[in-house]
């Protein structure tokens, strides 16, 4: 066997695990989506109040290294259900006080309609281009400390401006997440399905939220 059929082979090999990971990886996304958003659902109907949203969430937090150090074993699928149910959970008292507003049904739609078209644009475009957003990375890595610390300070600054411009900030760096994640996915550079689900999810969820904030701020009505 010559050179460039070894060549060749092993091309073909890393062209198919790379598609099994998308595979699973879009799978997995879509199922963990779902049970989230049942979960949301749950804790609206049950009307959870902003002390348990926050514990959901610091669960979610937690679990979130659990995620990462079982992403090998079989047990990683379980942990990552238990990852976004909590933190869909958490979503509830959100979405009710959204709901709570007169046209807040259509507010919450709108902002899962933009996330969705987002998420599948900038997919679609890193799918067929090819290109290689890894270059990305230290730039979104500095724009989420930014964004993380400036929300830290709001919350004792409490300026309204400031919590608009945070929102969409986030929104810009989960779309460069979004780019960033699936390119990596398709250059090899995450070959675990489990965090690459993850890392997607976390940009879908960031997003939804931050355009819901944007959307209730400029078009709430109540």
């Given at each position: 066997?010559?050179?460039?059929?070894?060549?060749?082979?092993?091309?073909?090999?890393?062209?198919?695990?790379?598609?099994?990971?998308?595979?699973?990886?879009?799978?997995?996304?879509?199922?963990?989506?779902?049970?989230?958003?049942?979960?949301?659902?749950?804790?609206?109907?049950?009307?959870?109040?902003?002390?348990?949203?926050?514990?959901?969430?610091?669960?979610?937090?937690?679990?979130?290294?659990?995620?990462?150090?079982?992403?090998?074993?079989?047990?990683?699928?379980?942990?990552?259900?238990?990852?976004?149910?909590?933190?869909?959970?958490?979503?509830?008292?959100?979405?009710?006080?959204?709901?709570?507003?007169?046209?807040?049904?259509?507010?919450?739609?709108?902002?899962?309609?933009?996330?969705?078209?987002?998420?599948?644009?900038?997919?679609?475009?890193?799918?067929t281009s090819k290109k290689d957003?890894?270059?990305?990375?230290?730039?979104?890595?500095?724009?989420?400390?930014?964004?993380?610390?400036?929300?830290?300070?709001?919350?004792?600054?409490?300026?309204?401006?400031?919590?608009?411009?945070?929102?969409?900030?986030?929104?810009?760096?989960?779309?460069?997440?979004?780019?960033?994640?699936?390119?990596?996915?398709?250059?090899g550079g995450e070959t675990n399905?489990?965090?690459?689900?993850?890392?997607?999810?976390?940009?879908?969820?960031?997003?939804?939220?931050?355009?819901?904030?944007?959307?209730?701020?400029?078009?709430?009505?109540?």
């Amino acid at each position: 066997m010559d050179q460039r059929t070894l060549y060749s082979s092993s091309s073909s090999a890393s062209a198919l695990e790379t598609n099994k990971v998308l595979r699973n990886t879009y799978m997995l996304l879509a199922m963990t989506l779902v049970f989230s958003a049942v979960c949301a659902g749950i804790s609206m109907a049950v009307g959870i109040g902003p002390l348990a949203s926050l514990v959901m969430s610091i669960g979610a937090l937690v679990l979130l290294f659990v995620v990462h150090k079982k992403a090998d074993d079989a047990s990683g699928i379980f942990w990552v259900f238990a990852f976004t149910g909590l933190l869909g959970g958490s979503l509830g008292y959100i979405l009710n006080f959204y709901a709570g507003f007169a046209n807040g049904p259509q507010l919450i739609m709108q902002a899962f309609g933009a996330t969705a078209l987002v998420f599948f644009g900038l997919s679609a475009y890193a799918l067929t281009s090819k290109k290689d957003f890894s270059f990305m990375g230290g730039f979104l890595m500095i724009g989420l400390i930014v964004a993380i610390v400036a929300g830290i300070a709001n919350i004792f600054l409490q300026i309204p401006a400031m919590s608009l411009a945070i929102s969409a900030g986030i929104v810009l760096i989960m779309s460069g997440l979004i780019l960033f994640d699936t390119s990596r996915i398709i250059h090899g550079g995450e070959t675990n399905y489990i965090r690459a689900t993850v890392g997607l999810y976390l940009s879908i969820y960031n997003m939804f939220t931050s355009i819901l904030h944007l959307l209730g701020a400029f078009g709430g009505d109540d």
